[in-house]
């Protein structure tokens, strides 16, 4: 794609509403009462209902309309008191009863809004519907070009809330952040797994341009396959680079349906407005309406956990941790349940963040997992953080029984007592140890005393080699220092 | 009586005989497959025999008799069951080709309860294709005949459940009522037959037509009869969330207490222009012998009855043709060779599936529903249907139940009026404002015309008011002969 200039770009606004379908994650359906259960066996977690079958009938799962009232108020929306589900009409063999069920005019939940680095975002509407099922493409990865396709239905009417903002996000990167705080909201109030990879959160991108300054909207592009954040920020990104070189040339802006193709980090067009489907909503005469009473919603609100946005707040404000570090718990719900349970234990608050954010961290990264899987417990790295405080343990040391216990567990007082891991402050022992390393290094002494005070640090190095990292660093110091003296 | 004809007795007879060991239930589906082999190439009442069913039921209630254990009040009666409502194992077709080899891995809620009753299934009846028609004309299989007259249509959609009590092959029989899918075949055929308040029997595994107004029900030859199956297959199903959650009363309990004072309205718009003077004089005569019973008749006007046919076929083809999208050869039923796309299957196999009705209804519903149409049509549509149901609101302050005949003419000739759709649409006027208003109705026996088919009379009440209902039909029952007639087959 030829160059657009800096210039160029700041003379447009981008506009941006993005469509997120969270999976709820009930134990069972939205209308039935087969098992929701990611990568199971396929068309294994199935039944007449869930598989359209003649004469059966749907039956809300009252869970799923508890998890989005509690996700409406964590949304800050207004909970309807009155509710309704409608079909949604349209032919593909992944919809068994080729209508889906959802929501038209009358959702759950509307207008709310979240904070996004200080800034409003508002929130349209959220509305329950039931998700439809896969379809597996035999010899092609795609329809195109397949000989065949099967239908997977064990995802067919898993709960989804669908959760629609005003187009007021105005960059690639607040629409990342923006997604990224939905997922988090989603993850604490455990409603959601949150997981773009696997397709349990879900986001559509409405992506347009204007000339800065202009009121009205520009004609937008829904852009859709985005897997991950990195792509839904890339994926706009692109959007907004090909909308501006299509109005630079004079061209207009064509409103349709694109695909977001990650390998070749495009878009490309999947239908246009003439193809757009005429879903032919009606009230869905098979159920109810739902009748939301002010008790229950009060019920569901006591229930609410603190939500990521006051976490960060209290970690910042409570807790003087840095707005980075703060975030960046946050944004990892496990590692943030985790301080918590730690700095509950009264620990030093500092010291831990340092373990969770240093060699905690990257042993996860290495090993691909998240905190609450390994053996670590808050109560073991607390009374390690105690025993590094007490100085009954070395720095060194500890970072040797972190990986331990992350990897095995186990009782970190125990561990050091049997290992005889302490720290040696016995002045004599540390005596004889230097006296020993000395001696059995005469060149680098030599060079030491004619001037290379820097071989003082290779001293220490053996020393605590010789002592397993155990002798006490101050006194090592003091003692290589009076050793090393001129005599 | 001869042993073929054992079905015509009614249930308190056959019950008494039964547990006096005068005749044993495997007998009597004896008697009920050997009347169908006697009638059964005439009336064509059936899609498919469920032999095997009834037989393991009919043997199940032997062996409890045998032991002196007790039975339910229906144990052991032979029924049929319209083939919309599925049943485990057996074929359930829908009266259509698109699943004429269906065979549900599911029991309807009715089906489970006519096991749990013990009452041995017969066979399948015959209907329109998926209860769309007033004349079982649109069956893909067969077309019922009226055992009163071989060459006149029974009625539908529920035609072959009705001709099976008629003619005595079964002694009772379940059917549908949408828009009077079980009232018009009962007034056609000479029987009794109930549309219940919708809600009160589950429509779990009923295949759906239009479900905002779908209600099973029971065919009889007398009121007692219908209230007993009334009886067994309703109640609350956490299956089916329109299903009502209030404890269904013992309806034959109060049968025989009088209805002095009850008051009754005539529907006046019913006995206009378009009824049948035939008609008219046995309803007539009716309100005569309803007032020599001590009820109190008043004149009652159902304003919105004008717009009831245009409300309700705009409603129930909205509704069925999203209903009927999932018969698109995916999953299950027929489906089309040779396609070479999805859009071809999907094409393909509805083409060669559904039947003329049944595609001219998708499509009329599709496009009621499209986008820019649907305030015009369904929307308008659903706001008569408050105005017609508060235009009974107003008419129950008044009276307790109203009166009407069931249909304006009776039973007319096959093929007479199957290019018409909309003359066949018209059989409807009497029957769907019940459904539009989700009340109950039935149709009774009260006379014959000179022809001598048989015409009916419909009672209808409030929402739940079956009880009061059924003893204002025994009351009346019990002091005609009506329903003692028999078609001469
Ligand atoms: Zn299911």
Redesign the interface.
Known sequence: MPEITQEIRDKYETVIGLEVHAQLKTKSKIFCNSATEFGQEHNSQVC?VC??????????NKKVLEYAILTGLALNCEIARHSKFD?K?Y?Y?DL????QISQYDMPVCKNGHIYINGKKIRINRAHLEEDAGKLVHAGATGLAGSTY?L?DYNRTGVPLLEIVSEPEISSPEEARIYMEELRNIVRYLGVCDGNLEEGSLRCDANVSIRPLGQIELGTKAEIKNMNSFKALQRAIEYEVERQIELVEHGERVVQETRLWKEDEGITISMRSKEEAH?Y???PE????PMEISAEWVHRIRETMPELPAEKRQRYISELGLSEYDADILVNSMEMAFFFDSVIELKTNVKTAVNWLMGDITAYLKENKTTIDKTELTPESLAEMLNLIDKGIISNAIAKKIVIQVLENGGNVEEMVEKQGLSVISDESSIKDTIKKILESNPEQVERYKSGKPQLFGFFVGQVMKETGGRANPETVNRLLKEELAPC | MPATKLCFHTVKDLRKALLNREISAVELVDASYKRIEEVEDNVQAFISLTKDLAYKTAKEVDERIKINADIPPLAGIPIAVKDVICTKGYTTTGGSKILENFVPPYNATVAKKLEENMIPIIGKANLDEFAMGSSNENSAFSIAKNPWNFKMVPGGSSGGSAVAVSSGETVISLGTDTGGSIRLPASFCGVVGMKPTYGRVSRFGLMAYASSLDQIGPFGRCVEDVALTLQAISGYDNMDSTSINIPVPDYSATLHHDIKGLRIGVISEMLGEGTNPEVKEAILNSIKIYENLGAKIEEISIPHNQYAIATYYIIAMAEASANLARYDGVKYGHRSKDAKNIMDMYMNSRAEGFGDEVKRRIMLGTYTLSSGYYDAYYKKAQQVRALIKKDFDKAWEKVDLLISPTCPTTAFEIGSKISDPLSMYLMDIGTITANLAGIPGISLPCGFDSANLPIGIQLTGPVLSEEIMLRAAYNFEQSTDFHKANPAI
């Open positions: 007449p598989l359209g079958y003649p004469g059966v009938l749907p039956v809300l079909r009409q032919f063999p068994p009863k080729n209508y396709s239908v005429d032919r909503y009606f005469p098979d159920l109810v």
